[in-house]
């Protein structure tokens, strides 16, 4: 071919691609499946100006390497496009290696990248009984940098992220994180030849996720996701469980043995096109799975005794619910449940679901306040520095139902009263602690009061009165003198001493004052 025809010939190709890619951008067509080869597309033409290696071009814009080195050039021949698979040629992997060279080097603009390109496509398709290298010296000056990239393409093939055999999508719906919400995480696996079913870096892709029975954050069922990143949800309804389903798809892959090939006729060169990765990996999970909205214990209390006395013991029954509140529409409407990661052995109790879940533990505190010495009147929280009997607690792993709290002693008299609290941080996280809402009761309740009777006073005995003596003068015979006897033989005290003193005195004064007689 002259120099004038050649160059006739190459503004001819780029004319009638230019117009073909408009028509098609304006008209908006769905992607051919045929197309007619225009000629030479980029490469290298040899000194003689006959011999070209690199890619030629078809009228629907795209480049196409040959596959069949030895039969018609491309030029000129209308081309069925099919699926590589059904050329029945190749083996898997090398199916996977020529679509791996039809997404990175077919598309290059480089003439020495397209005609090593090329040259690896006939070394894997057949060289037709001649050298790598008898090609590669189309290329003229070229020659040697086209035979060593050739080999480079080659070993990127078969080297690790190289070429693969397909790629595969999955999703999962993973337990409560920390704010007590659902995660749900997508991934991709690729299948490369070198390494095998390999799972990619996080964020290499992008897809679209949707879900039904749980919303994302933004409170939308559907947004663009990442390979391996994790993202919180939330179930919608109002049941303690929720069917959820989560459904991934990634599109235009760069994996895969799949690759578009052109066929014109069994003299003609078929031929592998140039396309950008179309594999596609998609993945959905159904699963039953516990509500992660948040639910409200709440307990009603009685004592043991309303009154008692110092010394006996006395406890608090627990009647133990949920709240109901249908204008809240972020509070479950039941009693929460979870999902065991080891569920319990048969027989146990609880017993787990249908499903597989229990009732999210609670811890009830109970503490025994007292002793007031005046009625306890109601109020919201306890007195600050309230004095403390005991602090007994029972722990709620059936759900709803009726406890009974260890017993506490009571110390003396007074007033006394039960108070309750729920905690969250008393269940672990795995176990739904997360969901649920902190309770206190009121302080004072009537039913939680008991009464303990002071003691009564002592009776106290009358003064013991002393016995009455009588003293009793003894006659000696002795004029002027006699002996006081004593009627009691009870020891005496000083008082009675005195006393006795006095009135013998007296005694023997009026005898001695009397006139004496013959």
């Known amino acids: 071919m002259t120099q004038p025809r050649r160059r006739s010939a190459a503004i001819l190709t780029a004319l009638t691609t230019v117009a073909t890619t408009l028509g098609l951008l304006l008209a908006g067509a769905p992607p051919a499946t045929a197309a007619v080869s225009t000629g030479h597309g980029v490469g290298h033409l040899s000194e003689n100006g006959v011999s070209w290696i690199g890619s030629y071009r078809l009228d629907d814009g795209s480049l196409v390497f040959c596959l069949e080195v030895g039969k018609k050039a491309p030029t000129g021949h209308d081309y069925q496009f099919v699926d590589g698979a059904a050329l029945g040629r190749f083996a898997t992997d090398d199916l996977a290696r020529l679509a791996y060279i039809s997404r990175t080097a077919a598309p290059s603009a480089d003439p020495t990248e397209a005609a090593a390109g090329q040259l690896a ?32 393409l080659l070993a990127a093939a078969d080297a690790p992220s190289g070429a693969s055999r397909g790629v595969m999508a999955s999703v999962a719906l993973t337990p409560a994180d920390d704010d007590g919400r659902m995660t749900v995480t997508s991934g991709l696996t690729v299948d490369f030849l070198s390494t095998g079913p390999t799972a990619l870096a996080p964020n290499s892709h992008s897809g679209t996720m949707s879900l039904s029975g749980a919303v994302f954050d933004d409170g939308k069922a559907e947004r663009t996701i990442s390979n391996g990143e994790t993202l919180s949800i939330t179930t919608t309804g109002t049941d303690p469980t929720s069917t959820v389903v989560a459904s991934v798809r990634y599109n235009d892959l760069p994996y895969g043995s799949a690759f578009t090939a052109g066929h014109a006729g069994d003299d003609v060169q078929q031929v592998l096109v140039a ?105 919201a929280e306890p007195p600050t520095g309230a004095p403390v009997v005991c602090t007994v607690e029972v722990r709620i792993e059936t759900g709803p139902g009726t406890y009974r709290t260890p017993e506490c002693i009571l110390p003396g008299s007074g007033y006394f009263v039960w108070v309750e609290r729920i905690s969250p941080s008393r269940t672990p996280v795995e176990q739904g602690g997360t969901r649920i809402l902190p309770w206190q009761s009121a302080f004072g309740t009537a039913s939680e009061v008991t009464f303990v009777a002071p003691p009564p006073a002592p009776e106290v005995p009358p003064a013991p009165v002393a016995p009455a003596v009588v003293p009793v003068l003894a006659d000696t015979g002795a004029a002027g003198t006699g002996t006081l006897a004593l009627a009691s033989g009870a020891a005496l005290t000083l008082g009675t001493l005195l006393g006795i003193g006095v009135l013998l005195r007296r005694r023997l004064t009026t005898r001695l004052m009397q006139p004496a007689t013959d």
């Open 121 to 152: 496509t006939w070394r894997i398709a057949g060289l037709d009984g001649r050298s790598p290298e008898y090609y590669a010296q189309r290329a003229g000056a070229s020659g040697q940098a086209v035979l060593d990239r050739s080999s480079q």
């Open 275 to 379: 396309r950008p990765g179309s594999a596609s990996g998609s993945a959905t999970v159904t699963s039953t799975v516990p509500s992660t909205k948040s639910f409200q214990p709440i307990v009603a209390t009685k004592t043991s005794a309303a009154t008692a006395g110092a010394g006996e013991a006395i406890s608090d029954e627990l009647t133990v619910s949920a709240l109901v509140d249908e204008t809240r529409g972020d509070l479950l409407p039941g009693w929460g449940l979870y999902r065991p990661s080891t569920p319990p052995a048969a027989g146990a109790v609880p017993a787990v679901d249908e499903n597989g879940m229990l009732p999210i533990p609670v811890v009830v505190e109970s503490s025994l306040l007292g002793p007031f010495s005046d009625p306890i009147a109601p109020a």
